[in-house]
């Protein structure tokens, strides 16, 4: 994670994988973070709100990061997304601003199979 000016952890860009099923979002999905948040039980840490592979997306307190979520890494791609609502969320979803790794998958599989 990356540092903002108050000393706290930039968790915008941030990949998780679930790692329970939760509403609509299957185990294993991978999502970006897109918006970060003080956490509302633990001020000095930050929630999460994630957008996954499928569209849906969910925010998370640190102690819900904690126990459904899995930390894969960072996607500098992703620093700089401003958060200015839900519906632009998924518009840029629509729009194909989120890039999944199975995307690439089934690019190098039609590749190959042609």
Do not use: H
Request: proline letters at 3%; hydrophobic letters at 35%.
């Amino acid at each position: 994670m990356q540092t903002d000016f108050d000393g706290k952890e930039y968790m915008i860009g941030a990949k998780f994988k679930l790692k329970t099923p939760m509403l609509g979002v299957p185990v294993g999905s991978v999502g970006y973070v897109f918006n970060q948040y003080d956490d509302f039980d633990y001020p000095r840490e930050l929630g999460v709100q994630i957008i996954f592979e499928n569209g849906n997306y969910d925010g998370f307190s640190i102690t819900e990061q904690e126990m459904f979520l899995e930390y894969l890494g960072y996607d500098t791609r992703y620093v700089g997304y401003k958060f200015k609502n839900v519906m632009q969320v998924y518009m840029d979803y629509r729009s194909g601003y989120w890039k999944w790794d199975w995307q690439n998958n089934i690019f190098v599989i039609y590749l190959f199979c042609k």
